[in-house]
Each structure stands twice: as C-alpha cells, then as structure tokens.
C-alpha cells in the first residue's frame, strides 16, 4: 500500500481538485446522453421497513452485487438503504439537474474527474468522517467534501484462453499502432461510465500540449481518430464482446474488481497488461449531498461503511482494495497485486477541465 501511496503522488492531486473545486466559471462536464447510460428511475425501495430509517445513495459502483451487499449490512444499522445505480457520469449529472430539489442523500463511488464537478458546482458539501483521518495524505479531499473509501484500478485486460501474454500488447497505444490488433479490441459505444473516462484520461495526458487544438497536440488527435477506427464499438459487456465467438475482439478495458466475476461468468481467464507508464487509479469516495433529505442519516451510513472493518469486510467480498491502510488485512492474493501496479501520474486539473469538450469532441467526430 505504501508503495501504490507514493506512485499515487495524491498530495498533487488534492491540490488540483481543490483548485477544480475554486473555479466557477469553469464548465459542467455534460458528456453523457441520458438515453446512453439510463439511471434507475427511483430507488429501489421493495425492501422499505418502517422500523428503518431511510437513505438514499447514489452510486457508479452497485454492480456484482455490491449494492445488495451495501443494502443488506446497512439494515444491521437500523438504516434502510435505497439505492440509484448508473453510470458514473449519468450518476454525477443527475446530482447536478437535481439540486434544485436533492433525491439523494449521499454518492459513492465516482472518480477524480467527477468529484471535481460536484465540488465545483456546490452539488455536496464537506462533512469531515469519523475515520477521515485513517486515510493517507492526500487521497480525501483537503476540505472534507469527499472521503476516499477505495482506489480501482483501470485495466486493459485479455482472453488468456485466446491470447497468448507473448503475444499481448504492452500498452494501449499499440492497440490502434499496431495492425496485428486492429478490429480485436472493444471500445463501448457510450462514453459515460467511469472506466472509460479514466482510461481516456490515461490517454489524454500523454498527449496534453497547451499550445494544440482544444489543448492536445496533433499526434494525441491522431492517436485519439486511431483508437476509435480501428476498435469494435459495442453496447454490451465488453467481457461478453471477448468471448462471443463470432467476434475477433479479445481485448478491453475493465476495473479491476470487475475481473473475478467476469471470468467466473464466462468461464475464462483474464491477463491484464500493465503499460510502463502506469495505469489510472480511481479514487472512489463518500459525500454528502448538498440539501440532502436525511443529512444525520446520510453521515451515519457514511462514518460506518468507510470504517476499516467495514471496507475490508467489502474488500474481501468484491476484490476492492481500500483506501484504508488498517483494512488491508485478508485481501485477496490479486487486490494485493493491483496495489502494487505503479499509477500513471495525471494532471487531474487540467483533464478535468477538458473531459467534457474532448469527449464531446470524440462523439461529432470519431464514434461510429
């Protein structure tokens, strides 16, 4: 953990969602369609016990069964949790054309990018946790409007059963480079999730040129119209595009605790690969909402999942690797080899402040 702390450099990012979180005039990222990446059109109330109190949250990270386990715990509280699950950027936009009248009680989940907006637009507001000060420096925001609960890890994965790891790429970028994997690798058709955006993060940066079109060079354009020509788009579960025998595609991204499930349901083995440069790391978190409907009960659930026993009897469950040093105990042998993966160092201010007309960009011009 404290070699993955380092690669992190957190310090550096705390300072750039801070200044994202300053900047007014700066825009909302609106890159999702909502018919693209639908939310749950109300919480999941079928198990409401009036002995209970009520919570709503609001989440990216709810599939596999994480929201069930969440909902089942929080009932050991005395708090009955209704959940919203959607897309990250679907999740962080609903957040935002609701603050007129806040759903939600609280969000968990998101990424660097989204935090920034929500920060920005005054969409939560701080409350500091009561095992806040459990995380390392850096990771929780530097004015309490997010608490990091976990990191993820975005991979670029296989089909070991169809690629041999000899013949794997070593980075994304010899995936539109190099013709031998040109219509084997799956992009989704919908850029509103959290994975995807932090992989195009991973690929932004590289290219950041203040002086370039919409502030990338022209090699990063090029880059960018290459890995949308020469994927395979799809609407469904990229792992499901790997094994589907009438597709080439053996190649995609995914998070990192998406992998055991996925090779469990399709009866496969994942490789990974691990670019020199480091792959992104989300910073998943808990917030409160800002006018939320049960703001004690919203804190109450917050100050008990993020508590180490808590998040590492999660983490056990779902190969979550939290963002607690103290709950690192019994983790699986792969969590643990996910924290040592080295991170990509990103300039999380500038992305942030770019995301929404990049991928606006991606969409007019290079999503077929």
């Not at 929780?140 to 794997?168: E, K, T």
């Not at 995301?355 to 969409?363: F, K, Q």
């Amino acid at each position: 953990m404290k070699k993955l702390i380092k690669a992190l450099s957190f310090g550096a990012l705390a300072l750039g969602l801070a200044a994202c979180g300053q900047d007014a005039e700066a825009d909302v990222q609106e890159t999702a369609a909502p018919a693209e990446s639908p939310v749950a059109e109300a919480p999941n109330d079928t198990n409401t016990d009036s002995d209970l109190e009520v919570v709503v949250l609001y989440s990216n990270a709810l599939s596999d069964g994480r929201g069930e386990w969440i909902q089942e715990h929080a009932r050991e509280i005395g708090i009955d949790l209704q959940l919203v699950d959607g897309g990250g950027v679907a999740i962080a936009n609903r957040i935002l054309a609701e603050q007129g009248n806040p759903m939600a009680d609280v969000v968990f989940g998101l990424n660097q990018l989204l935090w920034a907006d929500l920060i920005r637009e005054g969409a939560i507001v701080p409350y500091v946790l009561a095992w806040a000060d459990e995380i390392p420096a850096g990771l929780n925001d530097a004015n309490g409007y997010f608490h990091a609960v976990a990191l993820v890890g975005n991979l670029l994965a296989f089909d070991a059963g169809q690629l041999d790891a000899s013949d794997a790429p070593t980075d994304w970028l010899e995936l539109w480079n190099n013709p031998e994997f040109h219509g084997r690798y799956a992009l989704p058709n919908a850029l509103t999730g959290s994975t995807v955006q932090m992989v195009l993060s991973g690929i932004f940066n590289r290219f950041l040129d203040a002086d370039g079109d919409m502030g990338l060079s022209e090699e990063g354009w090029a880059n960018i119209a290459a890995m949308f020509a020469n994927g395979v788009p799809t609407d469904q579960d990229i792992f499901a595009e790997i094994v589907n025998p009438a597709s080439d595609v053996v190649l995609g991204q995914i998070w990192h605790m998406g992998i055991a499930p996925r090779e469990e349901s399709f009866d496969m083995t994942a490789g990974i690969v691990v670019p020199e440069i480091g792959i992104p790391f989300s910073v998943e978190g808990v917030a409160l909402i800002n006018g939320a409907n049960n703001p004690e009960g919203a804190q109450r659930f917050m100050d008990w999942f993020g508590s180490a026993e808590v998040i590492n009897a999660f983490g056990q469950a779902f190969d979550y690797l939290p963002a607690n040093p103290n709950a690192l105990d019994g983790l699986s042998a792969e969590t643990i080899a996910i924290s040592e993966i080295p991170a990509q160092e990103i300039n999380w201010e500038v992305v942030a402040d770019n995301m929404g007309a990049w991928i606006e960009r991606i969409y007019l011009n290079y999503l077929q």
